[in-house]
């Protein structure tokens, strides 16, 4: 059992920065691959990033890649997403998640433990 929680989320404007934190708890965090997912309102979650469980390997969606950073430290148990040069439509509830084993998969449904969300809103 894994147990996620998010923070660092909070109101910006265009072009700030944030990073965001996903501390896990239970076993074998470093066997989990994690993933950020976003949902804005009004629109289906979608998949923002993601690192494998070894390697490790990174993955990105189109509308982040190269302004969003994903990395983890096994030591902490934490799982980050700097995110760069914060767009309008950017706001949404991030979401972490954790993969057991995972590749870093882009899909919810590979995903076994999800944290409740952090809102991020960036203002113009």
């Known amino acids: 059992q894994v147990q996620l929680v998010e923070s660092g989320g909070g109101l910006v404007q265009a072009g700030d920065s944030l990073r965001l934190s996903c501390a896990a708890s239970?076993?074998?965090?470093?066997?989990?691959?994690m993933g950020w997912f976003r949902q804005a309102p009004g629109k289906e979650r979608e998949f923002v990033a993601a690192?494998?469980?070894?390697?490790?390997?990174?993955y990105y969606s189109d509308s982040v890649k190269g302004r969003f950073t994903i990395s983890r430290d096994n030591a902490k148990n934490t799982v980050y997403l700097r995110m760069n040069s914060l767009k309008l439509e950017d706001t949404a509830v991030y979401y972490c998640?954790?993969?057991?084993?995972?590749?870093?998969?882009?899909?919810?449904?590979?995903?076994?433990?999800w944290g409740q969300g952090t809102q991020v809103t960036v203002s113009s």
């Open positions: 998640a954790a993969d057991a084993y995972g590749v870093g998969s882009r899909r919810m449904s590979s995903y076994d433990y």
């Open positions: 239970g076993y074998g965090f470093s066997n989990y691959a």
């Open positions: 690192i494998s469980w070894t390697s490790p390997n990174t």
